[in-house]
Nanobody, 120 residues
C-alpha cells in the first residue's frame, strides 16, 4: 500500500507565498510522475502541474510563472512553491502519484489534500 500525505497548507494574505509538500510512503518499487491538483468549493478539480521522474515539469496555463513544482526523489517527496497568491487560489490542494509496485503493477494514488486559504 502507498500513502501520500500533503502538508504546508494554511492561511496567507494576498501576495504571499506558501510551500506545500507531498510525501509518499509505503511499499513500492518506484514513483513515476507526480502531480498537484486543486479543488475550490463548488468547482471541479483542476490540474496545477506535473513533474516526471526525471524532473520535467508541466503546468496549467493559469499557473505558469507563479507556481513551481519540484521533487526530492531520495525523500519520495514533491513540493509546490506558490508565490503571489490570490484569493482565487483558495482551494484544497491534492497530490497524486503514478507508482510502480513490486511485480511491476502500475497504480495511481491520491493524498487527502491540504487547505490553502488566501484572504486579507
Amino acid at each position: 500500500q502507498v500513502q501520500l500525505v500533503e502538508s504546508g497548507g494554511g492561511w496567507v494574505q494576498p501576495g504571499g507565498s506558501l510551500r506545500l509538500s507531498c510525501a509518499a510512503s509505503g511499499s513500492f518499487f518506484s514513483i513515476n510522475a507526480m502531480g498537484w491538483y486543486r479543488q475550490a468549493p463548488g468547482k471541479q478539480r483542476e490540474l496545477v502541474g506535473t513533474i516526471t521522474r526525471g524532473g520535467t515539469t508541466n503546468y496549467a496555463d493559469s499557473m505558469k510563472g507563479r507556481f513551481a513544482i519540484s521533487r526530492d526523489s531520495a525523500k519520495n517527496t514533491m513540493y509546490l512553491q506558490m508565490n503571489s497568491l490570490k484569493p482565487e487560489d483558495t482551494a484544497v490542494y491534492l497530490c497524486n502519484a503514478a507508482v510502480t509496485l513490486h511485480l511491476g503493477v502500475q497504480s495511481t494514488y491520491w493524498g487527502q489534500g491540504t487547505q490553502v486559504t488566501v484572504s486579507s
